[in-house]
């Protein structure tokens, strides 16, 4: 059985996940203590998928949020050497194509990836492998940043599931991969 | 009294208001009948302002659903000798800074300004000057084409006022422009 690859990510309502020096202080508020589902999308999960951006964010904090979780940083310029001592063990650095990875995971066994970060995203979005995505826009317009949406080979058809808006202005919308009503095999845009 | 201005506008839901040719073959659905609000809209206006590229586009379809309202086309390139002969004298093509059209439409009376047009909704929202934004987002990612957002000078918020799905897809989000507390005046950001 093919794992299901979710993104849960928030952008700005233009379409940024982080201003161009990376700060997300745009995305801090108080929420009075709504985690907007994050803990039960993250308990669903067993492997996490990043891509060097990510990677490096998470490293610099200090913090690693996601024991239990396989991890996954997908990196051509990372190697083994680059982990950062806290973190050794706790990660492993591939470098192959989105497509490959999944099968990759899927023959470890596993069952719910997620995957983050900007760059990642996009390839998982191009290769067509994105089944649901959680999409969570801030009101708020930031003119520049690092965009969470490239470059795509062709249209890539999504379906509605649900939106819910929340006090802080933050609206949330899940949408699961478009399958034809012809073709209910994996992969059928 | 100041108008108010609105832009109600559709995206794909990575931000693009049509393709880089100008198609909108994206956005074309069975709707089974349902406008998205935009006939009270249309209704609750007096006045419309479009860039060249939307007049471009409503000039060439041969139509103009626009009886009745003032209909400005902002442009410093075009001028009364390149209008469409079926469109004569039912626009005014002016050349102003958004800010100046608007003090000049407030003085005309104007109650209510639909503002049309990715690089025109781009001025006016740089210029801090959009009151209300409907934003309805179609369940697809193009890749590339015309944004609807663009640089700005300095972040801008905004209010969730409300969201909705539909049958279709199609989630439609209403903003409303940001006034903090302390400050109830026009232009409180």
Chains 1, 2 share one sequence.
Do not use: C
Not at 48 to 64: L, N
Not at 120 to 141: G, N, Y
Request: proline fraction near 4%; hydrophobic fraction near 40%.
């Amino acid at each position: 059985m093919h794992p299901k690859v979710s993104v849960y990510i928030a952008t700005s309502l233009d379409g940024f996940i982080a201003r161009l020096d990376g700060r997300l202080d745009w995305l801090e508020h108080d929420s009075g203590g709504e985690d907007y589902g994050f803990q039960n999308f993250f308990d669903s999960i067993d492997t996490r998928v990043m891509g060097r951006g990510t990677y490096e964010f998470v490293a610099a904090s200090g913090e690693w949020p996601y024991e239990g979780k396989r991890t996954i940083v997908l990196s051509s310029t990372l190697n083994d050497r680059d982990v950062a001592e806290h973190l050794v063990g706790k990660l492993e650095i591939l470098s192959m194509e989105p497509v490959d990875l999944v099968e990759l995971l899927a023959g470890a066994g596993a069952r719910h990836i997620y995957v983050d970060g900007g760059i990642t995203v996009q390839r998982f979005l191009r290769a067509v492998l994105v089944d649901e995505l959680i999409l969570s826009r801030m009101p708020v317009l930031l003119g520049s940043g690092i965009p969470l949406f490239g470059d795509l080979d062709a249209d890539v058809q999504l379906e509605h599931v649900e939106t819910q808006g929340f006090p802080s202005g933050l609206v949330q919308s899940r949408y699961r991969r478009y399958v034809p009503l012809s073709d209910s095999s994996r992969g059928g845009i």
